[in-house]
């Protein structure tokens, strides 16, 4: 069955990047597309971007662009979420989500990875 | 982007019905899909589509479509229903995104 497991939990000081991995199973890889969802404590679920599992094309949300980096590894069926210019309020729980065949809904999910931003 | 706006919460007797909504403009062209998510875990997604539900969600779990506005409905809810409940749909706004709706807590009474 499908499987989306993500990196461990990471604490970055202001300033800093930070990088979280999700490895794919149980499906091809390259015939999917994967999103980055992240929730910050006590808040709603945000849409980050996405990365096509074949061509690797991605697409960002405006409130990321230019410091959010989504790439992966077919080799590795592993899909990565860099972010860069960590702020106190990027202190998230980070979720891939794996798009339907049809494209719209994610239909499944990574564990979350929790993100900790402090100095 | 895109907006879509969702009551904060709603309460349901338990073995009622109760319809949760999701307003915005997106929705007129796109499909919402529905995600369950109880404390400490991800979200599950249990309606897309027209009215599709994925392997092992219950049939009690429905959706439906018009305008601007999606609705999932519970009916017959149960204890273990009590979550939050989040839409999404693509973005309307021509750059290809998705966007999420504000939540809604359903409590079970």
């Known amino acids: 069955q499908v499987h989306l497991v993500q990196s461990g939990a990471e604490v970055k000081k202001p300033g800093a990047s930070v990088k979280v991995s999700c490895k794919a199973s149980g499906y091809t890889f390259t015939s999917y597309t994967l999103n980055w969802v992240r929730q910050a404590p006590g808040q709603r679920l945000e849409w980050m971007g996405w990365?096509?599992?074949?061509?690797?094309?991605?697409r960002y949300s405006q409130k990321l662009q230019g410091r959010g980096t989504i790439t992966r590894d077919t080799s590795a069926s592993t899909a990565y979420m860099e972010l860069s210019s960590l702020r106190s309020e990027d202190t998230a729980i980070y979720y891939c989500?794996?798009?339907?065949?049809?494209?719209?809904?994610?239909?499944?999910w990574g564990q979350g990875t929790l993100v900790t931003v402090s100095s | 982007s895109s907006e879509l706006t969702q009551d904060p919460a709603v309460s349901v007797a338990l073995g009622q019905t109760v319809r949760i909504t999701c307003q915005g403009d997106?929705?007129?062209?796109?499909?919402a899909s529905w995600y369950q998510q109880k404390p400490g875990q991800a979200p599950v997604l249990v309606v897309y589509?027209?009215?599709n539900r994925p392997s092992g969600i219950p049939d009690r779990f429905s959706g439906s479509n018009s305008g601007n506005t999606a609705s999932l409905t519970i009916t017959g809810a149960q204890a273990e229903d009590e979550a939050d409940y989040y839409c999404?749909?693509?973005?309307?706004?021509?750059?290809?995104?998705?966007?999420f709706g504000t939540g809604t807590k359903v409590t079970v009474l």
């Open positions: 990365i096509t599992g074949g061509t690797g094309n991605t």
């Open positions: 999404n749909s693509r973005d309307s706004s021509g750059d290809r995104g998705h966007v």
């Open positions: 589509g027209k009215n």
């Open positions: 997106s929705l007129r062209n796109y499909y």
């Open positions: 989500a794996r798009d339907t065949a049809a494209g719209g809904s994610f239909d499944y």
